[in-house]
Structure formats: C-alpha cells, structure tokens
C-alpha cells in the first residue's frame, strides 16, 4: 500500500504548476509539518521548528552530525521492479520531478544545506552556500558534479540568491522508457531552464539503493535553512511562478487537507 500525503501548500504549488488540482507526488513535505510526520524518516535524530513564515516552513538550523530528513527505497539498486512508491517514482517511464522552495540565513561549504536524490544508479544534488567561506565562490545554488564533492567549483544552477525565497527544480526525462542510458537531466531556478541537455554521466555514482532526503550537514559545516517544499513526484511539472507569487498567492494555505491511499 502506498501511502500519498498532499498538505495546503502542495496543492497549491501543485495546481500552479500543472493547473490540475492536486499533485501526483511520492512525497511532499510542506507546509510548516514535521517531515517526520509527512513520509520522511529521521537520521541520527534532526531537529527543526515550525516557522508561520511566509510561506510556512520546517526551519533548520543543523551541524555535523546532527542528522537530516530521507525516504528510502526497500529494494537494491535501479532493478527494473521497484518495490515501492519511491522506486516507482524514480524508475517510472514517465521520469520525476524533485522541488525545493528554500531560504537560506546560513549555508557553509558544500552539502551543508539542499536536496539530493539517488535511484541506485547515479546521485543528483542541489546544494547551497551562502558565499561566506569561499572569497572565490559566490552564494547560490549548485548541483554535484563527477568531480565529488565539487569543493573548488561546483556548477552553478542559475544567478539566484540563497538568502531570499527560492525555488529548485531537478528534471529527469526518462525519454517513455526503462532505459536509463539515454535519461535527459534538467536544473531549474524559478521556472527557468538553468541548465540543460546533461546525462547521468554529468552526476556522481550512487550507493546501491534510492534514497531521497535534505537537510544534510557533512564535515565540520552549519547551516541554517528554512525549507517550505521539498516534494518528488512523477512527470516534468517544471513551469512554476516566481518565488514572490508563490508567497502572494500561497497566504492563507495552511494545514492538512487531504490525505488518500492507493495501492
């Protein structure tokens, strides 16, 4: 049985995104909500508040070892026969979306504050620096490159500005098929295509299994973030308003409504 959890905020990003009502997602945590309450799975214990925002989110404030929010997969590896609704999602012919509507006050060195995602083949992860420890490295937003931790000189994902509202997008076209050799990845920055036309040799190798989780902290790092949506969902609902009217229109969209099983 797979369980699907939509609160207020999704629904709106959702019917802003796709003008279809209510989206289809493995799982959304918005809204304010403990991600523990919303599908995620806490590790080695992270801790965080509700923040009325706006937009309402579940704010960060993390340091080495003090754990992060993850689903993970049931099964081994991309096997072709995925065991559950995560797995579904991320093998699914249709591709996946994964969002990530952020600010951040604090964001050191790399990994310290985003959102990855990894389906046994290859990891794909946003990761954000508030500029303050590298004199070369601006703040904004980057994706983890072959390279590693990408340390020196990650890509960037668009010109934004991690201190104010920002919404991240990865998009994986599986292209209608099973195959993985010919998935097409996109980066999106606040509904513009930031980076285009890369392939899973663009991105790092992953671990045996699907995982799916933020607000990571490696090394020695801080970070303090605020995370409003952080969703995976099946499809390419990639065009979504500005950050400014997602706050606009989301005010008064609040609380759980809606929350259905299928199998």
């Given amino acids: 049985m797979n369980r699907k959890i939509i609160t207020a905020s999704a629904v709106f990003l959702g019917t802003a995104l796709l003008g279809l009502g209510v989206v289809d997602a493995a799982i959304i945590t918005s809204g304010g909500a403990n991600p523990a309450t919303q599908g995620f799975s ?7 508040t509700s923040d009325a ?3 309402a989110n579940w704010h960060m404030v993390s340091t080495a070892g003090s754990g992060f929010y993850r689903t993970v997969g049931t099964g081994t590896g991309y096997s072709g026969s995925p065991d559950n609704e995560l797995e579904q999602i991320l093998e699914g012919t249709a591709g996946w979306t994964a969002t990530l509507q952020v600010k951040v006050n604090a964001a050191v060195r790399d990994a310290t504050a985003g959102m ?33 931790h990408g340390i020196d000189s990650p890509p960037e994902i668009g010109d934004t500005d991690p201190t104010v509202w920002n919404t991240y997008q990865v998009v994986l076209d599986a292209k209608g098929n099973n195959d993985a050799a010919d998935d097409e990845i996109s980066l999106w920055a606040n509904g513009t295509a930031a980076v285009t036309g890369l392939s899973r040799s663009d991105f790092r190798d992953a671990v045996d299994r699907a995982e799916f989780g933020f607000g990571r902290v490696q090394g020695a790092d801080t970070a303090d973030v605020h995370y409003a ?27 759980l409504i809606g929350c259905r099983r299928r199998k």
């Fill in 229 to 255: 949506v952080v969703s995976l969902e099946a499809g390419q609902p990639v065009v979504i308003p500005e950050p400014s009217a997602l706050l606009l229109l989301g005010l008064g969209l609040t609380g």
């Fill in 116 to 148: 990855y995602i990894q389906d046994g083949k290859d990891m794909f992860q946003i990761i954000l620096y508030d500029g303050s420890d590298f004199s070369y490295q601006n703040p904004g937003a980057f994706y983890r490159d072959t390279s590693g």
């Fill in 53 to 55: 925002g706006p937009p």
């Fill in 42 to 48: 806490t590790n080695a214990g992270p801790t965080g």
